[in-house]
């Protein structure tokens, strides 16, 4: 005969379990363990007590102003006269003209002589 388990072999319910709805439970915490004091060295008693130590300074007390620094945005190709436009590339016409009078190397000067212009104010970079 097979070694099969039979229909009676199943695993216990979930709610048959004990502790089955504790999964979250946190055990509480361990008692803290006391204090290690260290033996004196050999040939030597235990020292006096010492004075007690001088308090710590108390931190100043701070009046309730906030002062809120809003952090600059700095968008790559963003204008910096109005800071909402995106700058566009645009030709001059003498940037223009040399392409087309020096054609290969015209291209090159085209190239070096745009200027940026923001669509929303209108203003120019060289």
Do not use: W
Not at 29 to 56: D, L, R, W
Request: charged residues 10%.
């Amino acid at each position: 005969m097979d070694n099969k388990p039979l229909l009676q072999d199943r695993p216990p319910a979930y709610n048959a379990v004990p502790g089955a709805y504790e999964y979250g439970a946190i055990p509480p915490p361990a008692p803290a363990p006391p204090p290690y004091h260290y033996p004196p060295p050999p040939g030597q008693a235990f020292p006096a007590p010492a004075a007690p130590a001088a308090p710590i300074g108390q931190q100043p007390n701070y009046t309730s102003t906030y002062t809120i620094i809003q952090p600059s945005v700095v968008v790559v190709g963003g204008c910096p006269a109005c800071r909402v436009g995106v700058l566009e590339d645009d030709f001059t016409c003498l940037g223009i003209m040399c392409a087309i009078l020096f054609f290969p190397l015209g291209i090159l000067f085209c190239l070096a002589l745009r200027q940026r212009r923001c669509p929303n104010c209108g203003a120019t970079f060289g």
